[in-house]
């Protein structure tokens, strides 16, 4: 690895549209340091937060130029001197700062995180983001009961799929509002107990779908009047958790229920999750998400992989409605 | 008293326009039985929230033919057999389902709380409605540091002039929102830090006013733009409490900050507390109260004091804007 002096980036200069700004780039590649990792990258997804943030439009702006992408997996192939914990062969998310669409960092150990060793490298690539939000959402708000019904909008989404498979395997019911009746059937067979088309009615079949036991949980991806549905549709002391917002409509909340129904309107992000809660929590979620992946009782589908040379098109496909699965970067 | 057979009570048979549908009617009064208290009446306040129960708008509904008024203070005059804890002369509260406007009842005593013998009648006739919604929403959702900033509309409320109030004797700084700039100087004598007349541009005001203390806590009574100039007047980590909806406008939340800046929307409901919560903790309250009482840090001015065969004038009032106290019936 000591012939290395360059590596490949995905980096843009200026916010803006994706597939216009980002641009191919050469960086320099120093050996690693004391206390430093030189990793060689395998996989990077194509995340519409990426997007967001290439756009300048998300909730915290990189200082340009900047290298795209901020999840993804890569291999240690070197370690400089006083690194403890890691060694050569290593599966480890290098720091969301440093953009991960790239072919290989020279970076601080101490910014890394380890992923488990039972994972692929295509299912480690996608364990930071999707599969933790929909954890936390599902831990940290209402305490679930075995069999308890929840509601998601959304649930065609990478984050709304890692829902369905985490709640029927920790033995929790899901009602599951999408947009387009061709995705019905697979939602079913992934697991979703209910899974309907969202009409302005929705909300009246939940008493019929849950027997009158309505849910204390909601998810809400899309806001404006699917979140008022997902709303209408809570019990009392119901939480409704919203993590996005694809629909740019706000979120209207009628005062009556809010009062009496006792219900409470939180956001999530996991962002802010990772920078509160200490690496043990973190690598606690991921030892019980790694089982689930191991078992197969979560899987994230794979749309379409694509090497780092033809970026520009892989963040036009991951832009494109009606993909089933995420758009992943070769990196190797 | 054994001589009294009835009493005279306002009451209603059907829900609808306070005004037309309560009626004076004799109710029969029997001798206290075992663990039962006869109690006398001496004020009861006419709040909004009796009113909504009348027209039949409010969170519950009264099984009519139903006497109105929720919250009051009575005199036990007798007591029955294997009674503890109670004896004639206390003040107490009897139970809101039986309704306050009335001139005596008898009663359980399981079913009336012992109100602090500190307070004035007046006083402890509206001890039980706004001045713990005050206390409960300032102690139970944000916990405010010495000095820290909130946020208020409806300041003008009687829930409002108590926040002002407890939040001056607790050393917490209050901006406070009204309507009508007749109001300023009443509520800034009354200890409000800010007061001024919402604009649209008032959430521009508050980093100015704080500087740069964005407050973690703001309580809502009104809903609509109202509740929108309160959100984006949040601080990371806020909470908006929403108490009421005088403007019957829904609230418009915005999915951004909602994630990240962590706020949360919550509904307050003082019956639900009272559901939910043990009587030491009620107790424990009014005794922080009625400190506050005795001390003079927290009044409650009355607008007027009517009798109770002058019911319908009394509601009158209280449906009328502008004023700056209660209405009370004198039940004596």
Same mark, same amino acid.
């Not at 910014?111 to 929909?134: D, F, G, H, I």
């Not at 027997?211 to 404006?224: C, E, K, M, S, W």
């Given at each position: 690895?000591?012939?290395?002096?360059?590596?490949?980036?995905?980096?843009?200069?200026?916010?803006?549209?994706?597939?216009? #700004?980002?641009?191919?780039? @050469?960086?320099?590649? !120093?050996?690693?340091?004391?206390?430093?990792?030189?990793?060689?990258?395998?996989?990077?997804?194509?995340?519409?937060?990426?997007?967001?943030?290439?756009?300048?439009?998300?909730?915290?702006?990189?200082?340009?130029?900047?290298?795209?992408?901020? @999840?993804?997996?890569?291999? #240690? #192939?070197?370690?400089?001197?006083?690194? /403890?914990?890691?060694?050569?062969?290593?599966?480890?998310?290098?720091?969301?700062?440093?953009?991960?669409?790239?072919?290989?960092?020279?970076?601080?150990?101490?910014?890394? #995180?380890?992923?488990?060793?039972?994972?692929?490298? @295509?299912?480690?690539?996608?364990?930071?983001? $999707?599969?933790?939000?929909?954890?936390?959402?599902?831990?940290?708000?209402?305490?679930?009961?075995?069999?308890?019904?929840?509601?998601? $909008?959304?649930?065609?989404?990478? %984050?709304?799929?890692?829902?369905?498979?985490?709640?029927?395997?920790?033995?929790?019911? +899901?009602?599951?509002?999408?947009?387009?009746?061709?995705? %019905? /059937?697979?939602?079913?067979?992934?697991?979703?107990?209910?899974?309907?088309?969202?009409?302005?009615?929705?909300?009246?079949?939940?008493?019929?779908?849950?027997?009158?036991?309505?849910? *204390?949980?909601?998810?809400?991806?899309?806001?404006?009047?699917?979140?008022?549905?997902?709303?209408?549709?809570?019990?009392?002391?119901?939480?409704?958790?919203?993590?996005?917002?694809?629909?740019?409509?706000?979120?209207?909340?009628?005062?009556?229920?809010?009062?009496?129904?006792?219900?409470?309107?939180?956001?999530?992000?996991?962002?802010?999750?990772?920078? !509160?809660?200490?690496?043990?929590?973190?690598? @606690?979620?991921?030892?019980?998400?790694?089982?689930?992946?191991? +078992?197969?009782?979560?899987?994230?589908? %794979?749309?379409? !992989?694509?090497?780092?040379?033809?970026?520009?098109?892989?963040?036009? /496909?991951?832009?494109?409605?009606? *993909?089933?699965?995420?758009?992943?970067?070769?990196?190797?």
């Amino acid at each position: 690895m000591a012939a290395m002096q360059t590596t490949l980036t995905a980096r843009y200069t200026a916010n803006g549209n994706p597939v216009a #700004v980002i641009e191919l780039a @050469e960086e320099q590649l !120093t050996a690693p340091a004391d206390g430093q990792l030189l990793v060689k990258m395998l996989f990077a997804p194509v995340n519409p937060s990426d997007i967001n943030m290439v756009e300048g439009t998300y909730g915290v702006k990189a200082a340009l130029p900047a290298v795209g992408g901020n @999840e993804g997996v890569g291999r #240690v #192939v070197a370690t400089g001197g006083n690194v /403890s914990g890691y060694a050569v062969g290593d599966l480890v998310k290098p720091p969301g700062a440093r953009g991960t669409w790239r072919q290989a960092l020279t970076v601080p150990a101490a910014e890394c #995180v380890k992923l488990p060793a039972s994972l692929t490298a @295509e299912q480690a690539a996608m364990l930071y983001v $999707n599969p933790p939000t929909a954890w936390r959402m599902l831990h940290d708000f209402v305490t679930l009961a075995d069999g308890e019904w929840l509601i998601q $909008n959304a649930a065609n989404s990478a %984050v709304g799929r890692c829902v369905i498979q985490i709640a029927r395997a920790l033995d929790w019911r +899901t009602i599951n509002l999408v947009r387009r009746a061709d995705v %019905v /059937s697979e939602l079913e067979q992934l697991g979703g107990d209910i899974v309907s088309v969202e009409t302005p009615d929705t909300f009246k079949q939940i008493k019929t779908w849950t027997g009158g036991n309505f849910p *204390r949980l909601a998810l809400n991806a899309v806001g404006g009047d699917s979140a008022g549905t997902l709303s209408k549709s809570l019990g009392a002391g119901g939480q409704l958790i919203t993590y996005g917002g694809m629909s740019k409509q706000p979120i209207k909340l009628a005062t009556g229920p809010l009062i009496f129904k006792d219900l409470s309107y939180r956001g999530f992000w996991m962002t802010r999750w990772y920078a !509160t809660h200490p690496a043990v929590e973190r690598d @606690e979620m991921y030892a019980q998400l790694a089982k689930l992946f191991v +078992t197969s009782q979560l899987k994230i589908a %794979v749309e379409k !992989t694509y090497p780092l040379t033809e970026v520009k098109t892989a963040i036009a /496909s991951a832009l494109q409605e009606n *993909r089933s699965g995420k758009i992943l970067l070769d990196l190797r």
